[in-house]
């Protein structure tokens, strides 16, 4: 079974790729992965989703400017399985139920473009639909059908802000 | 049994929002969804999505410029339940089987600030996670549960381009 997840996030480029980097690093964290590997230096995005991670709770991390390959290369010598997140992969409902079976994942999710390297270095390239759509969406139905919906209502140590679900309006608890 | 899907998306700014806006297009379509009503004018959003529905097939359409309390109002005299994802709703765990049994949804999704009013003229508040994460990856989440799993794997009809899934590289159907 799955029990430690971070993501490689490729290809980011400061200014045009914030937001969906932080959106990225936001899933992530939503869903149950401990952090996430930037390979790009932007103090920026480490900035925002700190900030969320210190309101929020839990202990995500970020850590900016990463070395893809070196962080490929640790990962699997540290006995973790790499999943590279790609349209042209094998469909994510075929290749799940053998991912799951490993101890320690990390998910490698590209922007437009990614070293054409990365596809022979990961253990498996994965496709969630083959339609173009996102990598925040992809990430997000990844690690949901990874912990099969079990993060979904996950709960985060040492929050200042937590939500009351309520039908209509906002409500926080005390 | 849901039938018909369609995503009303708010608050969305030209420039600032395009790439988040399109991204909740391109993930309404992959998962099946039969359109994206827009409440802005931005023609550029319509003008990306539509090619690539162009390309990959199917009918998705965008409506761009729509008035949002027209378009709820109009949904819900014919018939249809509107979903309103928020982070301060309700579980989707605990609302996706009630919602499930209305043949025609409408899923509102809002970028950082939306009409308070939204919260009182939809039928459901849901929220997907409790953690501020992404509009992308809750409509994501929120479509793949509604439909149990099921349109992960979509074909579409007259698709130009049709991926080849494999285990390296990229390949095409001819």
């Known amino acids: 079974m799955t029990e430690k997840v971070c993501v490689l996030r490729l290809g980011h480029r400061p200014e045009r790729d914030r937001r969906v980097t932080t959106h990225v690093g936001l899933t ?10 930037l390979a790009s230096e932007d ?3 480490k900035q925002s989703i700190d900030d969320v991670a210190e309101r929020w709770g839990g202990n995500f991390f970020v850590e900016t400017g990463v070395g893809w390959k070196k962080c490929v290369n640790d990962w699997k010598a540290d006995g973790g399985v790499v999943v590279h997140l790609t349209m042209y992969g094998v469909p994510m409902t075929s290749a799940i ?3 799951k079976k490993h101890e ?4 490698v999710v590209g922007a437009e473009k990614v070293p054409a390297d990365i596809y022979n270095m990961t253990d498996y390239n994965v496709s ?3 339609q173009p759509h996102s990598e925040i969406s992809s990430l ?7 912990s099969d919906g079990k993060n979904l209502n996950l709960e985060f140590p ?12 906002k409500r926080f608890k005390d």
Request: include cysteine; hydrophobic fraction near 45%; aromatic fraction near 4%.
């Open 43 to 45: 103090k920026n995005i």
């Open 97 to 99: 139920e053998e991912i």
């Open 158 to 169: 040492d929050a200042d802000l937590k939500i009351d679900p309520c039908e209509r309006g």
């Open 104 to 107: 320690k994942v990390l998910v």
């Open 140 to 146: 997000a139905l990844f690690l949901d059908h990874l």
């Open 128 to 130: 969630v639909t083959t």
């Open 28 to 37: 992530a964290r939503a869903l149950g992965a401990e952090g996430m590997y």
